[in-house]
């Protein structure tokens, strides 16, 4: 993934109609891919900087046209940035509209639809509150432990992580 041009990423990320939905879902599938499989977080912002694309994320969903495969993508997008830095929510609040037209999008979702499903989830997992739980990125020997109001809420929810199949801690 070295070999991806994040001036490139980004224009086709702003691309959205007829067969540039194509162009976009493959920049969106890279930036994925980079953010999932990067192994130095700082490196991977200075190369896709949140401030830059964390907006242009966003305004896909603002996008009415945009397509639930496009949206599950980016919704996945917007939650690896999540993942590694909190601190990106107040990127996407600024964006005017972006919160409501997530929101909008959880509205309409038809749960028998598996790409409809896959957004619903991806949506919810933007928003990280007391009812969040731990997530885990092995290849990157990555705990995230979202911001608990409290250490009882915050026991609670690592006990009844470990206790899901799949989740082990070495």
Aim: net charge negative; glycine share 2%; proline share 4%.
């Amino acid at each position: 993934m070295a070999d991806v041009d994040p001036d490139t990423l980004l224009e086709w990320l702003q691309m959205g109609q007829g067969d540039e939905r194509d162009m976009q879902l493959i920049a969106l599938e890279q930036l994925c891919m980079l953010l999932l499989m990067s192994d130095n977080v700082d490196r991977c912002f200075e190369t896709c900087p949140p401030r830059t694309f964390l907006p242009a994320l966003c305004k896909i969903f603002l996008d009415e046209s945009a397509p639930d495969n496009v949206l599950e993508v980016t919704a996945r997008a917007i939650t690896y940035y999540l993942d590694v830095s909190a601190e990106c929510t107040r990127r996407i609040v600024g964006v005017d509209g972006a919160i409501k037209a997530l929101c909008n999008r959880l509205v309409v979702v038809e749960l028998n639809n598996r790409t409809s499903r896959d957004l619903a989830e991806q949506c919810v997992k933007v928003d990280a509150t007391d009812s969040s739980y731990p997530s885990v990125n092995t290849c990157v020997h990555y705990l995230k432990l979202p911001e608990y109001s409290s250490e009882d809420i915050m026991r609670e929810r690592l006990l009844a992580a470990t206790m899901e199949k799949g989740f082990h801690l070495n």
